[in-house]
């Protein structure tokens, strides 16, 4: 409980940031980030990936945004490159839903030769009714899960081998979320999550999140295994009001939603900042 309490009051912690605080502040002293390096951000388009993609441009790390619409992208973009001009972003085409599109952003990035420090695993969808993916699987676990799962094991020697020659540690970054500890233990099966058996929005959401978080343990262990200068974590982001939030209509979320817009100020874009 008083825990809670100082994170909606935004009470910093040990860090010295608490929920108030702002990506830009968190990074005001970048002097701690190592020169030359490249993050790809997936779901870069709008909320946190936007912010994460922004905040990281500003601090000279060249951003590889990974976008389901292009459109979107190069608006974001052009958004980021206007205020840091001197930002290199690269825009790619992605469906996370999507293995076979997964296959081809990851052949093309290659392709590139850029080295690869941090991945942040960010897109995500929610849905209240059933939808599936083209090869036929459940349109949230296949998102949210299975799409970064396999763009993380394509990338990830990429990432081992940028990491061996910089002698720079690499970052992979789950963006999870704390409504996975809403899944039952004797709920969590694979073969209904793929198919969508007794689909609800809320528990597939929820799944699909313990299941990122079940693949940065499993991942972690093999990299440790392996001696690799590469750490995977994954993250819960707090309450922030996105498109996901803003979609998952019902009592808790509506709340939510009013607390956020009585009480937490705006930031100088007009915002609504982090709670994290």
């Not at 951000?41 to 441009?57: D, F, M, N, P, Q």
């Not at 500890?181 to 007794?198: A, E, I, Q």
Request: glycine share 8%; with cysteine.
């Amino acid at each position: 409980m008083k825990e809670t309490i100082r994170y909606l009051a935004g009470i910093a912690g040990p860090s010295g940031f608490g929920s108030n605080s702002t990506a830009e502040q968190v990074t005001q002293d970048c002097s701690f980030l190592p020169p030359n390096l490249t993050a790809l951000i997936t779901g870069a388009t709008s909320g946190i990936g936007a912010e994460t993609a922004r905040v990281l441009a500003k601090r000279g790390v060249r951003v590889v945004v990974g976008a389901r619409d292009l459109k979107k992208g190069c608006e974001v973009r052009e958004k980021i490159q206007k205020e840091s001009p001197n930002a290199e972003i690269i825009l790619l085409e992605i469906d996370l839903s999507s293995l076979a599109s997964v296959q081809r952003f990851c052949s093309e990035f290659l392709a590139l030769e850029l080295p690869l420090n941090i991945l942040i695993n960010n897109a995500g969808v929610y849905s209240q009714n059933i939808e599936f993916s083209e090869e036929k699987i459940e349109m949230t676990f296949a998102t949210n899960y299975l799409g970064h799962f396999l763009l993380t094991k394509m990338l990830l020697e990429k990432m081992i081998d940028t990491a061996n020659k910089t002698g720079i540690q690499g970052r992979i970054i789950n963006v999870s979320s704390v409504i996975h500890s809403w899944v039952k233990r004797t709920c969590f099966c694979f073969k209904d999550m793929l198919n969508g058996k007794s689909y609800n929005g809320t528990r597939a959401y929820a799944q699909s999140k313990l299941a990122m978080i079940l693949h940065v343990k499993e991942m972690a262990r093999q990299l440790k295994a392996r001696n690799a200068r590469v750490t995977i974590n994954a993250v819960h982001p707090g309450i922030v009001r996105t498109g996901i939030i803003k979609a998952h209509k019902g009592l808790i979320t509506g709340c939510i939603n009013n607390l956020l817009c009585s009480s937490k100020p705006k930031n100088r874009r007009g915002e609504w900042k982090i709670l994290c």
